[in-house]
């Protein structure tokens, strides 16, 4: 029997009184999180929910998020975290698919109205039977006029704050993570609560968490990097959690120098905003280097020039790493105890299996590209609901296709090549974004890069950067363009060099190319 809340029960009992989360002024104990779990499973169990039910959660990186997640897994019951941003059909449709009971959703704010547009969904939803607010104020019992809806502070009035933890099975659901949806609707990754828990354990194990340590936690909670790698990591572990509901380099920057952090994980443009961020004296800055141990880096590529810079200036090694929401995430990265090798994802983590097959299934040379599979531990039960899809992405030797393209080296580290969705064929020839985009981000006038590939007539596709200049440069198209083609292969390098002063991300920091090469064919 196994349930992915011991991870906090275990620290709550060892070390009751040490903080766990802290946000501004507000310092929760481990003793005080698992005390407000406890209420709020048994308030679902006085609602007769448990095992078998699905609960939805729609909040961002607050107290709350610990206090409804472990609440829902004390029950018995699987945890949907949802995306903060998606609109109310995007909510209804998670709802309904999912097959929710319950709904847990935060108030929001004047510029992000969540629970309007969440509590709309959910009347659109006949199955699911309960929607409970989480107000601004934890005290605050005004809640919407709606007779299946409560704030939090009614649904536990009155709970006790001791729970008897429902002993779920290893192989039993915990949480449902919806994938991005890249090609049709998205589709719920069952992971349970064995993937869950060896996946945190293994990554307080590559991190070499200590109780002692404090983390900066600005990755969404509802996506696999964040909620994994650092909340149910860092709970095993019982490490202090400085909660961000939304990144900002100045805040993450002082909010280093004030709470000592000694570890950082982001994704690359998180990495990218921090080095080019100059509102940071010298001494604040060797307050930050002096105490931050670690940087963590996943979601997508993290560019070497980046990665090196980064490091340059805040004196603090970055380990990079790969992983999928199907994945836990986790399913490779570099190590501590090994030689680190820029630009590469690592070596798999312990218990985990990497190929990287042709098309044919047979197993790639080293160097030779070809499409990255995964099998161990971490690799989910399958999609909720979709038999077929499983079935696609699972072969009967358990082995998962990632449908990203990779390759590794003599000595077994993994590098990711590119996505496969992302790939450019132009005149019959590959290109692959990521290399160029590794390339572009040297040129000393470039700041931020991405690649996509633009329809044309004879050669099907055509490749096109987005620029963002490093401030003061007079970098040209011609000049870039000419620059390129000195530095890359005559198929390869970009004919047509677009300058933005942003690009379009994803809540976890991901630059939307999708979104890119849908508003060129809108053009």
């Known amino acids: 029997m196994l349930n992915l809340a011991v991870l906090l029960e275990n620290t709550a009992r060892e070390a009751p009184d040490r903080d766990a989360v802290v946000l501004g002024d507000t310092r929760l104990t481990y003793a005080q999180i698992d005390a407000e779990a406890s209420r709020v499973a048994a308030a679902l169990a006085a609602r007769r929910i448990g095992p078998g039910d699905r609960v939805a959660l729609s909040c961002p990186n607050l107290p709350y998020f610990p206090v409804v997640y472990y609440g829902i897994l004390k029950a018995g019951a699987t945890v949907v975290p949802l995306n903060v941003l998606l609109t109310e059909r995007e909510i209804a449709y998670h709802l309904q698919d999912s097959g929710a009971t319950a709904y847990f959703c935060f108030e929001g704010t004047d510029q992000l109205p969540m629970a309007e547009v969440g509590l709309r969904a959910f009347e659109s939803t006949p199955g699911c039977e309960h929607f409970v607010l989480l107000t601004g104020a934890p005290s605050d019992v005004t809640g919407p006029e709606n007779t299946r809806t409560?704030?939090?502070?009614?649904?536990?009035?009155?709970?006790?704050?001791?729970?008897?933890?429902?002993?779920?099975?290893?192989?039993?659901?915990?949480?449902?993570?919806?994938?991005?949806?890249?090609?049709?609707?998205?589709?719920?990754?069952?992971?349970?609560?064995?993937?869950?828990?060896h996946n945190a354990l293994l990554a307080s194990r590559l991190f070499a968490l200590v109780p002692d340590e404090v983390q900066l936690l600005a990755l969404p909670l509802f996506h696999s990097f964040g909620q994994t790698a650092q909340l149910n990591a860092g709970f095993a572990t019982g490490t202090t959690i400085v909660l961000m509901p939304r990144f900002e380099a100045q805040a993450a920057l002082e909010l280093m120098v004030r709470e000592h952090v000694t570890f950082f994980a982001g994704v690359p443009t998180m990495y990218w905003s921090l080095l080019n961020h100059e509102g940071v004296d010298g001494p604040a800055l060797a307050a930050i280097a002096a105490n931050l141990r670690l940087g963590v880096s996943g979601g997508s590529a993290l560019p070497v020039e980046v990665l090196k810079g980064f490091e340059e200036r805040f004196c603090v090694p970055i380990l990079e790493g790969y992983g999928l929401s199907e994945t836990s995430p986790i399913a490779t990265f570099n190590r501590i105890d090994r030689p680190r090798k820029p630009g590469s994802v690592g070596l798999p983590a312990w218990g985990v299996e990497v190929r990287v097959v042709r098309r044919d299934g047979t197993e790639a040379e080293v160097g030779e590209p070809g499409e990255i599979r995964i099998r161990g531990h971490n690799v989910m039960k399958g999609y909720l609901n979709r038999p077929q899809a499983t079935a696609e992405a699972i072969d009967p030797h358990g082995w998962f296709s990632t449908g990203d393209i990779g390759r590794r080296d003599a000595d077994g580290y993994v590098y990711v090549v590119d996505r496969t969705k992302d790939l450019i064929i132009r005149g019959g020839f590959n290109v692959y974004p990521r290399e160029l985009e590794e390339v572009i981000h040297t040129h000393p006038d470039v700041s931020l890069a991405a690649v996509v590939g633009v329809p044309h007539v004879s050669h099907g596709e055509e490749v096109?950067?987005?620029?963002?200049?490093?401030?003061?440069?007079?970098?040209?198209?011609?000049?870039?363009?000419?620059?390129?083609?000195?530095?890359?292969?005559?198929?390869?390098?970009?004919?047509?060099?677009?300058?933005?002063?942003?690009?379009?991300?994803?809540?976890?920091?991901?630059?939307?190319?999708?979104?890119?090469?849908?508003?060129?064919l809108d053009a």
């Not at 083609?485 to 630059?511: C, D, S, V, W």
Request: proline share 5%; net charge neutral; with cysteine.
């Open 150 to 197: 409560t704030t939090l502070a009614e649904f536990i009035d009155g709970m006790p704050a001791a729970f008897d933890t429902v002993q779920t099975r290893e192989t039993d659901t915990a949480v449902i993570l919806y994938t991005s949806g890249t090609t049709g609707s998205p589709k719920g990754a069952e992971l349970t609560h064995s993937n869950m828990v």
């Open 464 to 520: 096109k950067a987005f620029v963002i200049r490093r401030p003061g440069a007079a970098l040209t198209e011609a000049d870039l363009v000419a620059w390129c083609r000195q530095n890359m292969a005559g198929h390869k390098y970009p004919r047509i060099i677009e300058f933005r002063e942003e690009l379009p991300m994803t809540a976890t920091g991901k630059i939307l190319k999708r979104e890119l090469a849908d508003r060129l």
